[in-house]
Nanobody
């Protein structure tokens, strides 16, 4: 099984990006999914997470109304749509999966599978 994240880049404040996470060897509906980020000198934090059982979602306060997690089962891909990007959104972004679908979690330690990160830099 493998998670491969892509779509990061250098953008100006106010721009949009869509991150993709191709989940090879996974059946998306059998897992909960999350996007996390880690800025230099900071701990990894949950950004947007979703459980496929019950549809529970979590969005970190600073991204509410701007970021949306979604998935396409046909493409086996989980997305993070990021709008109105701010310099403070600059970080390495990771996608992750966990087998427990009972509830949504933003705790990185509860996720068993991780992809390599993709850098997002928001700067003028």
């Amino acid at each position: 099984v493998q998670l491969q994240a892509s779509g990061g880049g250098l953008v100006q404040p106010g721009s949009s990006l869509r991150l993709s996470c191709v989940a090879s060897g996974f059946i998306l509906d059998d897992y909960s999914w999350g996007w996390f980020r880690q800025a230099p000198g900071k701990e990894r934090e949950g950004v947007s997470c979703v459980t496929t059982k019950g549809g529970g979602t979590y969005n970190e306060d600073s991204v509410k109304g701007r970021f949306t997690i979604s998935r396409d089962n046909a493409k086996n891909t989980v997305y993070l749509q990021m709008n109105s990007l701010k310099p403070e959104d600059t970080a390495v972004y990771y996608c992750a999966a966990r087998r427990d679908r009972a509830y949504v979690s933003s705790d990185p330690s509860r996720y068993e599978y991780w992809g390599r990160g993709t850098q997002v830099t928001v700067s003028s």
